[in-house]
């Protein structure tokens, strides 16, 4: 098995309800976004997937949520803008635009902070 992992960034706000006191307040992060691929097979190049590609994707996904005030996009409408909300985004979003055969997003990362990070893992 062989995995890759390419790694983004990306500032927002958020607020969270129903968590605590601080969070509910406005505020913003600078998040860390990592995005692992797995897969059994190379291709005929003698790779998974060209880190190029990857990249490309994830930008499309991380430019959709830069510089924005996560509460006001649909996407989050069923649920708070979360770490663990964010994270399960990046990878079905990410997921649907993977196009290399075998190749599938094993998981997530998203640091809000140097210490903190949510960890989505594809079931």
């Avoid at 190379?42 to 930008?59: P, Q, R, S, T, W």
Wanted: charged share 25%; glycine share 6%; net charge negative.
């Amino acid at each position: 098995m062989y995995e890759l992992k390419v790694v983004s960034r990306f500032a927002a706000a958020h607020q969270l309800k129903m968590v605590s006191e601080k969070c509910e307040n406005l505020h913003g992060h600078n998040w860390r976004v990592e995005v692992y691929l797995s897969g059994k097979e190379l291709n005929k190049a003698g790779v998974l997937m060209d880190f190029g590609e990857i990249k490309i994707h994830l930008k499309e996904i991380i430019d959709s949520l830069d510089h924005k005030f996560l509460n006001e996009l649909s996407l989050f409408d069923d649920g708070n803008p979360s770490s663990e909300n964010i994270a399960r985004y990046i990878a079905e979003t990410m997921q649907v635009k993977i196009s290399a055969p075998g190749v599938r997003v094993s998981r997530v990362g998203v640091w809000e902070s140097d210490d903190s990070c949510a960890m989505y893992i594809m079931p």
